[in-house]
């Protein structure tokens, strides 16, 4: 099972400055990479695919990057909306054995 | 709209079953593949299962090999958890997720949810 570590647990950081969360996959996943939003009481919601491909809806302040192993997800002018849960996923098996990171939780500094 | 709605969970006994199913509409659900994912009161992600399009080609987290399977009805637009034996540790919110791609993509719709426990 590929592993997924995501730093730190927690950012604590104020608003309109950049965030920085890192994955780290304890295996090559190449690019097949995912970030989610969740926020409380909410379902996950996708931001990045393929490493740094923004979904649909996604404001471009959200950006990803890395390939292989080493993964960031920026947030260059932090909203209000912004401060949630962040996890990362791999999704490269075949049969399906996705694994998420533990999650980083962005607060309000 | 584009839309996931699971239904299912309930308050389960240890070693008993019960069966999660999930209702998709405003997309062409044999075109997808189709996955499950957990989350614990108060914790993060777990995926869970996944099923391609055409059901050819089916994964499981270790946590649930052997106890859990997956399946679709492509005709009626749905998607099924079958939990057997189960655990005080499958207590969660259990999400039903479309994949981007017919195969293993990312997961671009998720429903809200349908909760689990398990206790005596």
């Known amino acids: 099972e590929i592993v997924m570590t995501q730093s730190p647990a927690t950012l604590s950081v104020s608003p309109g400055e950049r965030a920085t969360l890192s994955c780290r996959a304890s295996q090559s996943v190449s690019s097949n990479l995912a970030w989610y939003q969740q926020k409380p009481g909410q379902a996950p919601r996708l931001l990045i695919y393929?490493?740094?491909t923004r979904a649909t809806g996604i404001p471009a302040r959200f950006s990803g990057s890395g390939s292989g192993t080493e993964f960031t997800l920026t947030i260059s002018s932090l909203q209000s909306e912004d401060f949630a849960v962040y996890y990362c996923q791999q999704y490269n098996n075949w049969p399906p054995r996705n694994t998420f990171g533990q999650g980083t939780k962005l607060e309000i500094k | 709209e584009v839309q996931l709605v699971e239904s299912g969970g309930g308050l389960v006994q240890p070693g008993r079953s019960l069966r999660l199913s999930c209702a998709a509409s405003g997309f062409t659900f044999d075109d997808y593949a189709m996955h499950w994912v957990r989350q614990a009161p108060g914790k993060g992600l777990e995926w869970v299962s996944g099923i391609s399009w055409n059901s050819g080609s089916i994964g499981y987290a270790d946590s649930v090999k052997g106890r859990f399977t997956i399946s679709r009805d492509n005709a009626k637009n749905s998607l099924y958890l079958q939990m057997n034996s189960l655990r005080a540790e499958d207590t969660a919110l259990y999400y039903c997720?479309?994949?981007?791609?017919?195969?293993?993509?990312?997961?671009?719709?998720w429903g809200q949810g349908t909760m689990v426990t398990v206790s005596s």
């Open positions: 997720a479309k994949d981007m791609t017919r195969v293993n993509d990312a997961f671009d719709i």
């Open positions: 393929g490493a740094s």
